[in-house]
């Protein structure tokens, strides 16, 4: 491998603007990208499903031995603050300026993958098909693997490179998610010359809350209110109040528990109050968990070992594209080893990104 070439690779892509939904300058420049590596490059029909800013990209590069087919995943797009992107190399780690996030979630892996390839095509290595899936929309609840097409996949497993840590660490397992979206209406009133008229739906939305189990419920699932927003002024009794809250866990049936509890709550508390609860439920993404004697697991857990890293297989309470892949293409997640990613002080060691594509390539050489 050329780890100037894998530096230089990595600081081109993260100065292509890609915030999710914005997708169409990176998706055009890795399509001309890809192609030149010897790829059948495809960009799927899905931007009018999913009204963001690309299709996903699927490619394939032909092998040259009849070895295991095999899936690599990658998404294109970042979170905000992301345009603009300045890198800037301090001993041995790529930052940011500090205005702006660095986009190595996951362009880390867009770049150790590509090195990988041209790597693998200088030395004629021998390898079987490679199956890539770029996609969009990863940061947006994964919209853009949610409406993959499975059925053009061969492969027998899969890696997608975008997890933290360091890498070596591989993770088997995460969680799915459920939003619900709350919405609390109670009865107005003059809160200084009648409010023994009024019923405030802020009042029922603390009563909700404080009748829900919420963080860490076990070992598996968690839950959590992302925001409150009601009322109008102070001399208003409350009319509307909305709530926006998810739930999480490995057991899809603990999720589905732990969300029939606090709809439940949302409720009991409404009638209790004399108000009204309405709770819309909406799966984001299922649950996936891949054995820990997987082939996949296998070649990755040797791969590792032979670039000199500690192995680890973990769960993980975050979701990725690897949710959805692993319906149709049993795949873990490899770790990259970014840092304060979805924030301005993100960092990339260039050591792990060398040591990633290392394992990539031995991935490839093991499948």
Same mark, same amino acid.
């Given at each position: 491998m050329?780890?100037?070439?894998?530096?230089?690779?990595?600081?081109?892509?993260?100065?292509?603007?890609?915030?999710?939904?914005?997708?169409?300058?990176?998706?055009d420049?890795?399509?001309?990208?890809? #192609?030149? @590596?010897?790829?059948?490059?495809?960009?799927?029909? %899905?931007?009018?499903?999913?009204?963001?800013?690309?299709?996903?990209?699927?490619?394939?590069?032909?092998?040259?031995?009849?070895?295991?087919?095999? @899936?690599?995943?990658?998404?294109?797009?970042?979170?905000?603050?992301?345009?603009?992107? *300045?890198?800037?190399?301090?001993?041995?780690?790529?930052?940011?300026? !500090?205005?702006?996030?660095?986009?190595?979630?996951?362009? /880390?892996?867009?770049?150790?993958?590509?090195? /990988?390839i041209?790597?693998?095509?200088?030395? $004629?290595?021998?390898?079987?098909?490679?199956e890539?899936?770029?996609?969009?929309?990863?940061?947006?609840?994964?919209?853009?693997?949610?409406?993959?097409?499975?059925? *053009?996949?061969?492969?027998?497993?899969?890696?997608?490179?975008?997890?933290?840590?360091?890498?070596?660490?591989?993770?088997?397992?995460?969680?799915?998610?459920?939003?619900?979206?709350?919405?609390?209406?109670?009865?107005?009133?003059?809160? !200084?010359?009648? =409010? &023994? $008229?009024?019923?405030?739906?802020?009042?029922?939305?603390?009563?909700?809350?404080?009748?829900?189990?919420?963080?860490?419920?076990?070992?598996? %699932?968690?839950?959590?209110? !992302?925001?409150?927003?009601?009322?109008?002024?102070? $001399?208003?009794?409350?009319?509307?109040?909305?709530?926006?809250?998810?739930?999480?866990?490995?057991?899809?049936?603990?999720?589905?528990?732990?969300?029939?509890?606090?709809?439940?709550?949302?409720?009991?508390?409404? /009638?209790?109050?004399?108000?009204?609860? &309405?709770?819309?439920?909406?799966? $984001?993404? =299922? #649950?996936?968990?891949?054995?820990?004697?997987?082939?996949?697991?296998?070649?990755?857990?040797? #791969?590792?070992?032979?670039?000199?890293?500690?192995?680890?297989?973990?769960?993980?309470?975050? !979701?990725?594209?690897?949710?959805?892949?692993? *319906?149709?293409?049993?795949?873990?997640?490899?770790?990259?080893?970014?840092?304060?990613?979805?924030?301005?002080?993100?960092?990339? =060691?260039?050591?792990?990104?060398?040591k990633?594509? &290392?394992?990539?390539?031995?991935?490839?050489k @093991?499948a």
């Amino acid at each position: 491998m050329n780890q100037q070439r894998l530096i230089d690779t990595f600081i081109e892509l993260v100065k292509i603007d890609s915030e999710s939904g914005n997708e169409r300058a990176i998706a055009d420049h890795l399509k001309q990208l890809y #192609a030149e @590596l010897g790829f059948e490059v495809t960009e799927d029909d %899905t931007q009018a499903q999913t009204g963001f800013g690309a299709g996903n990209l699927i490619m394939k590069l032909n092998g040259n031995t009849d070895q295991d087919t095999i @899936l690599l995943s990658c998404h294109m797009d970042t979170v905000t603050p992301g345009k603009g992107i *300045q890198p800037i190399i301090t001993d041995n780690v790529i930052h940011t300026d !500090g205005t702006t996030i660095l986009g190595a979630d996951d362009k /880390a892996g867009i770049a150790a993958m590509i090195e /990988a390839i041209r790597t693998i095509n200088e030395v $004629n290595m021998p390898h079987g098909d490679i199956e890539v899936v770029i996609s969009v929309g990863e940061e947006s609840h994964l919209i853009g693997a949610s409406v993959l097409d499975g059925t *053009q996949f061969n492969a027998k497993y899969g890696y997608a490179l975008d997890a933290g840590s360091k890498v070596g660490t591989i993770v088997n397992q995460a969680p799915t998610n459920a939003t619900l979206n709350i919405r609390i209406t109670g009865v107005t009133a003059h809160a !200084g010359v009648a =409010p &023994e $008229n009024g019923v405030s739906a802020i009042n029922i939305a603390a009563r909700a809350i404080n009748n829900m189990k919420l963080g860490r419920i076990d070992d598996e %699932t968690t839950a959590n209110i !992302g925001t409150i927003d009601g009322g109008s002024r102070t $001399n208003i009794v409350a009319e509307q109040c909305t709530i926006v809250a998810e739930a999480r866990s490995l057991v899809d049936s603990k999720m589905e528990a732990q969300v029939a509890h606090m709809k439940e709550a949302c409720l009991t508390a409404a /009638a209790e109050l004399g108000g009204k609860a &309405e709770v819309e439920i909406k799966v $984001n993404y =299922p #649950a996936f968990h891949v054995e820990k004697d997987a082939k996949a697991i296998e070649v990755a857990t040797k #791969a590792a070992e032979n670039i000199g890293r500690k192995v680890e297989v973990v769960s993980n309470g975050g !979701g990725s594209d690897v949710n959805f892949i692993n *319906q149709f293409v049993p795949t873990v997640v490899l770790a990259v080893g970014y840092e304060d990613i979805h924030t301005v002080n993100e960092k990339m =060691p260039i050591e792990e990104l060398n040591k990633l594509t &290392e394992q990539v390539i031995e991935i490839i050489k @093991l499948a």
